[in-house]
């Protein structure tokens, strides 16, 4: 572990606002304080993942720049199409570059309207404003076009930073899985370029597993929580899944599955951090980055407990595993496609599966409501709730609808709302 005089070493060679980013470090234990450590219950081996979260802008940062300095590469993304495997396969490192903290949306707001969503301009904030080290240490950054708002934003950034755009088709017809395939292997002719070396077979078909087996951990520790009482907090659950954005992938699986260990015997002696078994809420929507834990603080601290997000920081991210029985590099391009293809982003028209996603899960967590999650100005995700709320009222499910952004202003008319919906689902 690297000393703090070799970190502030590190952000000083990356390129930091030394002076803005010490106001960054200021501010950002107070909200870890005030959200995650006060909770009741905990599992012990939360430790390693509040570790990673207390010094996120330090361990895994200076990992990253070693990777560098022994040659590797990293590439930064934003989005869950992005194929982390192949950018693993050619010794790349990938890390997950989306703002979740206010403190970078005045940044953000230089560069964009403000009628922008918070996650894009926190993120470009971050980078503009030279106050995050994950993409300062970044080599290439990944955009993708999905909303319009990041495909605009992209080429803001791109005047900064090397940048690679994937298209990502917006509906779902073989021929759109087709076409997503050739974007998967445009990547790896640019992630070739980038690094020197050269996607073969067998390095695909190891990244293939090591990327599998993040998700199948986390599809372990969610497994868990459709027990009731449920062993761990939604924040706890919701915090792990954020640190797989960040953490290298073999030992974030084995930390997590170190952790499932523990919520398994957890289950088996029927404890966890809410004995009374309040309500179960589904939360959907928009993605929560690092360390957006707003939401689920409120509905936690509100009466109620959050079982699942279906969400690119929940099931989107590590529902689907990829074919590993491909016999050529084609066929795992191809299986690599069709597995991105599976994800349910409400860019894609239409969009029916992510529905049916939510209606599943009601059934396996035991829910007893959902909460739509969306961030202010995201168009695609606020439209959709149309229909979702149509679906879940036609199967009798209370579900509540919430637009929100960074800031702690609407917290309290939140916190209301929240309420009565959990009274709600006492009844
Ligand atoms: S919500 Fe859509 S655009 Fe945003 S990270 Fe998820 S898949 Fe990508
Ligand atoms: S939340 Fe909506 S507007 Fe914001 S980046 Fe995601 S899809 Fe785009």
């Known amino acids: 572990m690297a000393s703090y005089q070799e970190i502030r070493q590190m952000w000083s060679d990356i390129g930091m606002n030394l002076e803005k980013h010490?106001?960054?470090?200021?501010?950002?234990?107070g909200v870890y304080k005030r959200i995650i450590q006060p909770q009741e219950g905990r599992p012990d081996n939360m430790d390693?993942?509040?570790?990673?979260?207390?010094?996120?802008?330090?361990?895994?940062?200076?990992?990253?720049f070693q990777h560098k300095q022994k040659g590797g590469k990293v590439f930064g993304t934003y989005c869950v199409y992005v194929p982390d495997e192949v950018l693993l396969a050619l010794n790349g490192v990938s890390t997950g570059l989306c703002?979740?903290?206010?403190?970078?949306?005045?940044?953000?707001?230089?560069?964009?309207?403000?009628?922008?969503?918070?996650?894009?301009?926190?993120?470009?904030?971050?980078?503009?404003?030279?106050?995050?080290?994950?993409?300062?240490?970044a080599d290439?950054?990944?955009?993708?076009?999905?909303?319009?708002?990041?495909?605009?934003a992209w080429e803001i950034l791109a005047q900064d930073v090397p940048m690679h755009i994937m298209e990502v088709p917006q509906m779902k017809r073989e021929q759109d899985i087709q076409r997503f395939a050739e974007e998967i292997w445009h990547l790896a002719e640019k992630a070739q370029e980038v690094t020197g070396n050269k996607l073969s077979y067998e390095t695909l078909a190891q990244s293939?597993?090591?990327?599998?087996?993040?998700?199948?951990?986390?599809q372990r520790l969610n497994s868990a929580r459709q027990s009731s009482p449920v062993p761990i907090s939604g924040k706890d659950a919701l915090m792990v899944i954020q640190v797989a954005f960040y953490d290298d992938p073999v030992r974030f699986a084995q930390m997590a599955n170190i952790l499932c260990d523990e919520l398994e015997e957890r289950i088996g002696q029927k404890q966890g951090p809410f004995?009374?078994?309040?309500?179960?809420?589904?939360?959907?929507?928009?993605?929560?980055?690092?360390?957006?834990?707003?939401?689920h603080h409120l509905i936690e601290t509100s009466g109620a407990v959050v079982v699942c997000e279906e969400s690119c920081t929940g099931t989107r991210y590590f529902e689907n595993l990829v074919d590993e029985n491909s016999q050529d590099l084609e066929e795992q391009i191809m299986a690599l496609a069709r597995r991105y293809m599976e994800t349910n982003c409400a860019c894609f028209t239409p969009n029916q599966a992510r529905t049916d996603d939510i209606l599943r899960y009601v059934k396996e967590y035991q829910a007893d409501g959902v909460i739509d999650y969306t961030l202010q100005f995201c168009g695609l995700y606020s439209t959709e709730s149309y229909l979702l709320r149509k679906a879940m009222k036609k199967e009798g499910l209370p579900f509540l609808?919430?637009?929100?952004?960074?800031?702690?202003?609407?917290?309290?008319?939140?916190?209301?709302?929240?309420?009565?919906?959990?009274?709600?689902?006492?009844?």
């Open 208 to 218: 293939i597993i090591t990327i599998n087996n993040k998700r199948r951990a986390l």
């Open 22 to 29: 010490d106001e960054f470090l200021n501010s950002f234990p």
């Open 401 to 427: 609808h919430i637009e929100t952004d960074y800031s702690e202003q609407d917290s309290e008319q939140l916190r209301t709302r929240i309420e009565a919906f959990i009274e709600i689902l006492k009844d």
């Open 48 to 64: 390693y993942f509040n570790k990673v979260v207390t010094s996120v802008h330090g361990r895994r940062p200076y990992e990253l």
């Open 140 to 152: 290439m950054f990944i955009g993708e076009a999905t909303c319009d708002g990041k495909k605009k």
């Open 99 to 137: 703002g979740g903290d206010q403190f970078w949306v005045p940044g953000g707001e230089k560069y964009l309207p403000a009628n922008t969503c918070p996650l894009i301009k926190s993120s470009m904030g971050s980078r503009l404003d030279r106050t995050s080290p994950f993409c300062q240490v």
């Open 275 to 295: 004995p009374n078994q309040p309500p179960r809420i589904i939360v959907t929507g928009t993605p929560m980055a690092l360390p957006n834990w707003k939401l």
